[in-house]
């Protein structure tokens, strides 16, 4: 039997066809939930569209029945006709819970402020870097980390391997796309995030690549135009640091990629630690390590974060430190003054979230290193008042360390 197509009918699948087509288009490409000032009280989202009008976020507490409305600013997408639509949310309660819908999606999400304090509530932050020589490689290390509900996470540079290049621009769509996917916990809250730079957001990774380089906020975002447009926090000059209360204080530092270590950025650093030696918790995240746990122990970068950085960590007492770039999974021994010591510094990290494992150091010989391996992984941090601890797991969820080191913890299961 043939069936015939009349004018109505064609008019009304024509009529869904624009509707579905027009509905797909103001579906946010990306979304991305972050900071710039005190967590336990704002917020930052931003979504990816092709409209280039400010468009509106409803928002509302979690449990409560209206929404209002948050009209977003417009900011312009490095080598692309995709717009960045950004609202910054103010005096926001603290350990609450809102829902927000973006435009053209019913979808209801929701994040969460951080507390005013942790003496009865810890918080829990993953943190790994070095984040997507592959999509499915970040995704999954994505769906382990969400499983365990972080507070939010921080990934201390080179997230989507773009160097700071037009031809690249996939990778921060796949990024992007990986993150609205895949950074969402099961009830649909979305997991804020922090990052670092690292080599791969900048052209050439360093500015040692280029010529005539000025310590400025143009030629920093003309060597990283992918970073410093996407990633609100930490901004410009690339370095900064982000108050949780009074009881977190995270360091973010630059590596030598869009700034250099020595001069500027290093005297900053001490001025910032002495300024926040009443808070609990100082916690340094950068992304070239000072013991590697697969490059040279005297490389140039490493020796000059040594030298220059570690000193200070030390004059204020930082008790632990999140280093990436190597791609492979290391914890130290505590180090102070260069030699193991158990009121020193602990070193984690070495970035391997979504990349290709490296061969690592011989542990055993290696006076530094205490956990080292080729592995895929991320840092599973809980503080609660003074006292912080934290396991590492890898990407097929498995439990690989632990610190302080607990018998209770099985590394196999």
């Not at 603290?94 to 979808?107: C, H, L, M, R, V």
């Not at 209360?245 to 650093?269: K, R, V």
């Not at 809980?382 to 913890?409: A, C, H, M, R």
């Amino acid at each position: 039997m043939k069936f015939k197509l009349t004018t109505p009918i064609l008019s009304l699948i024509l009529s869904l066809f624009i509707a579905l087509q027009s509905y797909a288009q103001n579906e946010p490409y990306g979304i991305y939930l972050t900071w710039v000032d005190d967590p336990t009280s704002t917020m930052v989202v931003d979504w990816h569209s092709d409209d280039s009008n400010s468009a509106s976020l409803e928002i509302r507490r979690k449990g409560t029945s209206n929404w209002a409305s948050m009209e977003s600013d417009v900011l312009p997408y490095p080598f692309s006709d995709r717009r960045i639509h950004r609202v910054s949310l103010q005096m926001l309660r603290s350990d609450t819970a809102y829902e927000i819908k973006f435009p053209g999606s019913n979808q209801v999400y929701y994040f969460r402020t951080m507390p005013e304090n942790i003496d009865e509530k810890p918080i829990k932050i993953a943190i790994g870097g070095d984040a997507m020589h592959k999509k499915e490689w970040l995704e999954k290390t994505n769906t382990v980390v969400a499983s365990y509900d972080p507070d939010f996470i921080i990934i201390g540079g080179d997230m989507a391997y773009e160097n700071g290049l037009a031809e690249n621009i996939d990778r921060i769509y796949d990024f992007f796309d990986s993150y609205k996917n895949t950074l969402v916990t099961e009830d649909n809250r979305i997991l804020p995030c922090l990052v670092a730079i690292g080599n791969h957001e900048v052209v050439g990774g360093s500015i040692h690549k280029h010529d005539g380089y000025e310590q400025t906020d143009e030629f920093r975002r003309n060597i990283s135009p992918y970073f410093y447009a996407l990633f609100p926090f930490p901004g410009q000059p690339g370095y900064n640091t982000l108050d949780f209360g009074g009881y977190l204080s995270l360091i973010i530092l630059d590596t030598d990629h869009s700034n250099p270590i020595l001069g500027e950025q290093t005297s900053w650093l001490e001025e910032t630690l002495q300024s926040k030696k009443d808070f609990l918790h100082t916690i340094p995240v950068y992304h070239v390590p000072a013991f590697p746990s697969v490059r040279e122990f005297d490389g140039k970068t490493q020796t000059l974060v040594r030298e220059n950085w570690i000193p200070i960590f030390e004059k204020f007492d930082v008790r632990i430190a999140f280093e990436n770039h190597d791609h492979a999974y290391k914890r130290t021994f505590p180090i102070r003054d260069g030699k193991k010591d158990q009121s020193g510094i602990v070193y984690v990290g070495d970035g391997s979230w979504g990349v290709g494992p490296r061969e690592i150091h011989d542990v055993s010989t290696t006076w530094y290193l205490k956990e080292a391996a080729s592995i895929n992984a991320f840092s599973l941090l809980t503080i609660e008042g003074k006292q912080f601890s934290l396991i590492s797991v890898d990407s097929d969820g498995n439990i690989i360390d632990s610190y302080p080191e607990s018998p209770l913890v099985d590394k196999n299961n």
